[in-house]
């Protein structure tokens, strides 16, 4: 099984991959459907089990157990499998 941390990494560290073609849906509380996306050209980083974006009031930190989906030029590559019953 491929993990969204183990996918996200290698699209970063692969020269063959642009990793500004790269969108990640996460888990944003607050936010409208309670989720978010970021395009790979806000990662600034990516550390440990973080995402780390760079924002007007400083480094934000998201969990990449929030993770879930990530796409690739506007693909589907991973999307995290619902729990079943």
Sequence with gaps: MRT????????LHDPA?????VAVVFIDRGAP?????I???????IEGAHMVVE???G???IPIH???RILYQGEVIWEREEAGP
Excluded: M, N, W
């Design 4 to 11: 969204s941390h183990r996918i996200l990494l290698r699209l």
């Design 66 to 68: 929030r993770v879930l």
């Design 39 to 45: 395009e790979g050209r806000e990662i600034a980083a």
């Design 33 to 37: 459907g309670d989720c978010s996306q």
């Design 17 to 21: 991959c642009d990793f500004a073609a």
């Design 55 to 57: 924002t007007d009031r």
């Design 59 to 61: 480094p934000k930190y």
